[in-house]
């Protein structure tokens, strides 16, 4: 009865302000992640190359033998050896559309356990978005292209930002000369659902609400405050009943109405010698795009 009347006055205090909980630094670091080494950015690649500019881009990147992970070869490490863009005639994209990418493998885990090398074509119109992204882990190649073509995902390594900036406008100039687009994450950010761990650990007897599992570097929500691990609790008034409902709702909003978006946050601080967690109700005022 009284871990009852107990769970009820937290989600009350939650609901109008903010509420504490004290847990075990343990049980709390299994319950919540840790940031990720890999910081994600907002980037909205220059689309204006021309097909020459395009072409010196790619045949930069062989010169300097840019890795990449193949998802047909996970267990590869392949360098681009030789890549070109080649269009057809056609003012509309068609399947003669391609990126072709030649390179040299290693390390593959095939039958013979031999390097060796391989060829590929992306079709202009498979290509759906590109990421970038830094790994502070990470050797000397810390900057990544995340080039996503029918929903498998090629990494590609830099040195520099500037590089990978470069190749990512080249791709995306292709892309344009084609009449075809990118798709971006919503806002600049991904949600998914409460794990029934953390539903229980902000005082809530249902999963519902919606997480927030990443913010990209610079994009809308990044600018507006929203932090990875808030909480989405309700969007211009509307109660969020989970990451599907996000989505949907998102996407029925217009993109001339401004958004409130209500989150609970998690803060720590030390009271009597122990670590307290705190959840604080903040609101974000961001424009819709």
């Given amino acids: ?28 670091k299994a319950i919540w992640p840790a940031p990720s080494s890999v910081q994600k950015y907002w980037y909205l690649p220059k689309a204006d190359f021309s097909i020459e500019q395009i072409n010196a881009a790619f045949n930069d990147a062989a010169l300097s033998k840019i890795s990449f992970n193949d998802p047909n070869y996970p267990s590869a490490i392949c360098n681009i050896k030789k890549m070109q863009l080649k269009l057809s005639k056609h003012p509309k994209a068609s399947d003669s559309d391609v990126i072709r990418i030649n390179s040299d493998w290693i390390g593959l885990n095939n039958a013979f356990g031999k390097d060796g090398s391989a060829k590929c074509s992306w079709k202009l119109a498979d290509i759906q978005a590109i990421g970038l992204a830094y790994n502070s882990s ?35 100039s292709a892309i344009v000369k084609k009449g075809l687009g990118l798709s971006f994450p919503i806002l600049g950010m991904s949600v998914g659902d409460l794990t029934p761990e953390q539903a229980q650990n902000i005082g809530i007897t249902r999963i519902e609400n919606a997480l927030v599992a990443s913010v990209l570097i610079d994009g809308p929500a990044d600018k507006a405050g929203i932090q990875t ?10 109660k969020i009943r989970n990451a599907s409902h996000f989505y949907s709702l998102m996407s029925e909003v217009s993109s001339e109405t401004p958004l409130a978006i209500a989150c609970l946050r998690r803060e720590e601080k030390m009271e009597n010698g122990k670590e307290i967690v705190l959840y604080k109700t903040k609101t974000f005022n961001l424009p819709h795009q």
């Fill in 1 to 28: 009865m009284l871990g009852r009347l107990y769970w009820m006055f937290l989600t009350i205090v939650i609901l109008f302000g903010s509420a504490s909980l004290a847990l075990s630094e343990e049980t709390d």
């Fill in 138 to 172: 990470g050797t000397n190649q810390k900057w990544m292209l995340v080039v996503t073509v029918e929903r498998s995902q090629w990494f590609f390594w830099f040195q520099e930002e500037t590089q990978a900036r470069r190749f990512g406008d080249a791709i995306a």
């Fill in 229 to 238: 691990l808030d909480i989405i609790t309700e969007i211009n008034g509307t």
